[in-house]
């Protein structure tokens, strides 16, 4: 199967996708490398009239891919009565103009905070505005039903249910990075692609919802209150899930109780060094972990993207860091390393930090005000600083802090 071809998901219900590669776009948002990719779904429901719910991005080539498969099963944007917009961020309405521009007959439908940015983003003003409760019948048994889910992750988002086909349609909400091929559904993933989706599934949530766990978690409950029968869910990124379509909301909500605990029983060392004096610690310090059995992921920045140090740290329940000081302060990519955790709202974790300095030292404080500034919420072991290159002294502290967190690690982990 081709990798851009249109799929029909229930009768009168079909997908349609736009796969984004590296090389298309660089980073996704700016920020994060997709080396796999990731995909656009967008959806239309076929009654009297025709829905297309959650539309793709305007990068180059990525409407002509949906209209082609639009082809495929003979529609056109003629038939688009509705389009539906979940959610306005441009990866998801950037199709918008163009698909107006060939059939200006279209009405947009959103929630009333989303059709400012419809006019702001697009000066299109042909708007139907909807809240949680209120449902649009498409004809021929095809009612389309939305429930607002605010802040997950822009404060304007919803979801659709279409109630014959008890498909819900959630946007950026379960989604994951990497590209969709031959595999589309859960129930098509054979145990490596099963181990990539969760992976990129993880990565997503972190790199781009992980701040707003508190609103998904709000957001299950309150779509779970509703009672609906779900058959599928298809979000805007990712992979469809039908066989266990609540799988990817357990999924979700365990990721999003990482912000508060219980986390995983592993630890995360992030590390740098500007002359190798820092770095003589490093091997010390994973051996300490490694004596209690304790998982532990290793990165060095600026080598490794915030992008894949985020989820390992997010699900961990304590982090060790490495910093030389840096003209007074910590090393420069540590900080910014920290500004991310701040941002995606790491937090909760126990932490030991280690370094070494010059003339003096300093990265110590300028970390506990990051830590402060952004209510992290850590518990701090006491950190390991030396002078110039490490003793055997400072090697044996260095194991046995190390092994004393895990050992905490692990008794974290029996009390949960």
């Not at 006019?119 to 209120?134: A, C, E, L, W």
Request: negative net charge; glycine residues 6%.
């Amino acid at each position: 199967m081709s990798q851009h071809t249109a799929v029909t998901l229930k009768q009168d219900v079909y997908r349609f996708v736009a796969n984004v590669e590296e090389e298309d776009i660089d980073l996704f948002e700016g920020i994060w490398p997709i080396p796999h990719g990731i995909s656009m779904n967008s959806y239309f429901v076929q009654g009297e009239k025709g829905a297309l719910i959650d539309l793709v991005c305007a990068w180059e080539g990525t409407p002509v891919k949906v209209l082609d498969q639009m082809k495929e099963k003979s529609f056109s944007v003629k038939d688009v009565h509705y389009a539906v917009l979940n959610h306005m961020e441009p990866d998801h309405t950037g199709f918008l103009p163009l698909l107006m521009e060939k059939n200006p007959e279209i009405t947009v439908v959103c929630t009333e905070k989303a059709a400012k940015l419809v006019k702001s983003f697009y000066n299109i003003d042909r708007i139907m505005t909807v809240k949680s409760g209120d449902s649009l019948d498409l004809g021929d048994g095809k009612v389309l039903h939305f429930q607002e889910i605010p802040n997950v992750h822009w404060p304007e988002t919803m979801v659709t249910y279409e109630s014959q086909s008890r498909i819900l349609f959630t946007c950026d909400a379960f989604g994951g990075f990497g590209s969709i091929e031959d595999a589309i559904f859960d129930d098509q993933l054979n145990e490596g692609q099963k181990k990539f989706y969760y992976d990129e599934s993880l990565r997503y949530y972190v790199d781009i919802v992980g701040a707003f766990s508190t609103f998904v978690l709000r957001a299950i409950d309150k779509v779970a209150s509703l009672n609906l029968p779900i058959d599928i869910i298809a979000p805007a990124h990712g992979i469809i899930y039908r066989k266990n379509p609540m799988e990817i909301v357990e999924r979700y909500k365990k990721f999003a109780t990482y912000m508060e605990g219980p986390c995983e029983k592993e630890i995360t060392l992030v590390w740098s060094s500007m002359y190798g004096n820092t770095e003589k610690l490093v091997q010390t310090i994973i051996d300490g972990v490694r004596s209690e059995n304790v998982d532990i992921n290793i990165f060095r920045v600026p080598q490794d993207h915030s992008s894949y140090i985020l989820p390992a740290a997010y699900r961990s329940s304590a982090l060790i860091l490495g910093m030389p000081t840096y003209e007074y302060k910590m090393f420069p990519p540590m900080a910014y390393t920290i500004d991310m955790f701040g941002r995606k709202h790491v937090y909760n974790k126990k932490v030991l930090r280690f370094g070494s300095y010059g003339w003096s030292g300093g990265a110590q404080k300028e970390f506990e005000e990051l830590v402060e500034k952004w209510k992290l919420k850590w518990t701090m072991v006491d950190p390991i600083e030396w002078e110039g290159s490490p003793t055997e002294a400072t090697h044996r502290k260095a194991f046995e802090a190390a092994a004393a967190l895990a050992r905490e690690v692990k008794q974290m982990a029996a009390v949960h």
